[in-house]
């Protein structure tokens, strides 16, 4: 059974840090990996998709890795800001299309 | 583009009644609609997984006849929640799948707040 895992749980730093988030999987068969963003009482919004053929995807500000064979995924944030503050979710694709996500990262970016 | 909405965003009903929520794909056709439900603190766990046309394929654990699930066509499907408990109180969000995506990307609505008192 596929199992997420995100570290930290919550994460507090001063606006314009860099900082890392993690992500684990159990099982690396994955199709793909996603890192979604979500504000309170809110939906998702997908921020990057990362295909298990691919190391690596960048928005703007936003860095995501994938390690397949370690099961492992980062997303970087590069100098942070106060609207970066939400719960990062990392969700990985089964081969039956299915998302399996881990609990999240609380972000405080304080000004 | 790939915009999924969700009616109503939140509901208040009463324990023993049903209540239907909506999921819809706005500029696109979806192949696969997602319900998840997300209790406070925690992450999303998938419900179900429903196909246009076909019986949805529910999560164990997940209700058939308590979490009726219909995707009437490529754009539109929705979740109802028969005789409803407190305990049914959560957050539920749907997502699809763009028909044609090779990378199989979910779309997520903004979810809706249910709350049975």
């Known amino acids: 059974k596929q199992e997420v895992t995100q570290i930290p749980a919550a994460l507090s730093v001063p606006e314009g840090e860099n900082l890392v988030l993690n992500c684990s999987f159990t099982?690396?068969?994955?199709?793909?990996l996603q890192w979604f963003r979500q504000d309170p009482g809110k939906g998702l919004t997908s921020l990057l998709l990362i295909q298990s053929s691919q190391r690596e995807q960048t928005s703007g500000r936003l860095n995501a890795s994938l390690d397949k064979s370690s099961g492992r995924s980062t997303l970087y944030i590069a100098a942070s800001q106060p609207g970066d503050s939400a719960t990062y979710l990392c969700a990985v694709i089964r081969s039956n299309y299915k998302l399996t996500f881990g609990k999240g990262t609380l972000l405080t970016v304080n000004p | 583009g790939a915009v999924v909405s969700q009616h109503p965003s939140w509901v208040i009903c009463k324990s023993g009644t049903s209540v239907k929520i909506e999921c819809r794909s706005l500029d696109f056709q979806a192949t696969t609609m997602f319900w998840y439900r997300q209790f406070p603190k925690q992450s999303l766990m998938l419900m179900a997984t429903s196909n246009e046309g076909s019986k949805a394929t529910y999560e164990q654990g997940v209700e058939k006849d308590k979490f009726l699930i219909n995707h009437a066509s490529l754009t539109l499907s929705t979740l109802t929640v028969t005789s409803a408990h407190p305990e049914d109180s959560s957050f539920y969000i749907c997502s699809a799948t763009r028909l044609g995506d090779p990378a199989y990307e979910q779309y997520f609505g903004p979810g809706t707040r249910l709350t049975v008192t």
């Open positions: 099982d690396s068969a994955i199709y793909n």
